[in-house]
């Protein structure tokens, strides 16, 4: 695999450069840059520059509106509702995360219920956000059929990545991002175009058998939910919460209604905010900073997101495969 050393300033450029090309605003443009830019920086290269030819083929076929305002509504004290009109979701989160802030802290939980934008980015950054405000998250969003239920040979789920975040006052949150299946299909991607094989388990071939191919699970494939019946279970959860909860499809009926160009297709996701401040009293930071010392004290252990985080700490260029920069030159 080749590669060139790019600053992350050249990255933020090369994204927002594409974005504008291909019918983003400028503010759809600086969030997307800003998105993209950070995952390269925290080394979460599956949803870094990997994503935007995907995100050009939404927006290209006309799927994806990069012009749109999602539409926030206050249901109740504690639920606000946003249609995203087809937006990009980190604009739509970029524009509501402040409203279940708000509401989480005065009401100590809030919902905060999406629907109609297309998710393909890391669902950390709208966790931590809200953790970085004193507040407990949790965000769940479903895709198109990629993983089998324990049990299947055929799809039924999708990736359905969940993310907690915790706050720590005066620290980087304990954050985690990860998918249901028992991994993500971007990192399948990335593992077929760099010529790395997968760990057993992670999913079958179009035939239905174990592989370590990752080309044979994402050419026709299907993955599987991590931890057999229980990773399936949380699919299923997952499924519940970011499709019927908030009033948007189902893994499978996004399946029906996308029109298959390659971009993220629409759906939902659920955000939840919980203010520990109300449910627990004032010494719920250093009871749980007793809980991370005690875990941090164990060999080999380390807290969720402290390697993004260290990442994020450097600020040099990052090697990116120049095929995909050249790609991705060629949209812009």
């Known amino acids: 695999m080749s590669t060139i050393s790019i600053s992350l300033e050249d990255i933020y450029n090369l994204a927002k450069k594409t974005f504008l090309a291909n019918g983003c605003d400028e503010e759809t443009s600086n969030i997307m840059s800003?998105?993209?830019?950070?995952?390269?920086?925290d080394g979460s290269l599956s949803h870094g520059l990997f994503r935007v030819p995907a995100?050009?083929?939404?927006?290209?076929?006309?799927?994806?509106?990069?012009?749109?305002?999602?539409?926030?509504k206050q249901i109740s004290k504690s639920v606000i509702k946003v249609n995203g009109n087809n937006c990009l979701a980190p604009v739509v989160i970029k524009k509501s995360i402040p409203s279940i802030i708000t509401a989480a802290k005065e009401n100590g939980v809030a919902v905060l219920a999406i629907?109609?934008?297309?998710?393909?980015?890391?669902?950390?950054?709208?966790?931590?956000k809200i953790a970085e405000q004193g507040l407990v998250a949790f965000a769940c969003t479903s895709y198109k059929p990629a993983v089998a239920p324990a049990g299947a040979?055929?799809?039924?789920?999708?990736?359905?990545?969940?993310?907690?975040?915790?706050?720590?006052?005066?620290?980087s949150p304990v954050v985690y991002d990860m998918a249901t299946a028992s991994m993500a299909m971007g990192e399948v991607q990335v593992a077929k175009r760099e010529g790395h094989k997968v760990p057993l388990g992670t999913g079958l071939t179009k035939d239905g058998k174990e592989t370590t191919d990752p080309g044979e699970i994402a050419d026709g494939g299907v993955l599987l939910p991590f931890g057999g019946y229980k990773g399936s279970a949380i699919a299923m959860m997952?499924?519940?919460?970011?499709?019927?909860?908030?009033?948007?499809?189902?893994?499978?009926?996004?399946?029906?209604?996308?029109n298959n160009d390659g971009g993220p297709p629409s759906g939902g996701e659920f955000i939840l905010a919980i203010s520990p401040e109300k449910t627990a009293g004032t010494d719920w930071a250093k009871h749980s900073e007793e809980f991370f010392n005690k875990m941090?004290?164990?060999?080999?252990?380390?807290?969720?997101?402290?390697?993004?985080?260290?990442?994020?700490?450097?600020?040099?260029?990052?090697?990116?495969?120049?095929?995909?920069?050249?790609k991705i030159k060629s949209l812009s």
């Open 238 to 258: 997952v499924e519940l919460m970011a499709g019927a909860m908030v009033g948007d499809n189902f893994s499978f009926e996004t399946a029906i209604k996308d």
């Open 153 to 171: 040979v055929k799809p039924l789920f999708g990736t359905n990545p969940i993310s907690f975040a915790w706050p720590r006052p005066g620290k």
């Open 55 to 72: 995100y050009i083929a939404g927006l290209k076929s006309g799927k994806i509106n990069g012009k749109g305002i999602p539409e926030i």
């Open 115 to 128: 629907s109609n934008s297309h998710h393909m980015a890391a669902m950390w950054p709208e966790t931590e």
């Open 34 to 41: 800003e998105l993209i830019v950070n995952a390269e920086k």
């Open 296 to 326: 941090k004290s164990m060999d080999g252990v380390r807290l969720p997101g402290e390697r993004r985080h260290k990442n994020r700490l450097n600020k040099g260029p990052r090697n990116i495969n120049e095929e995909l920069v050249n």
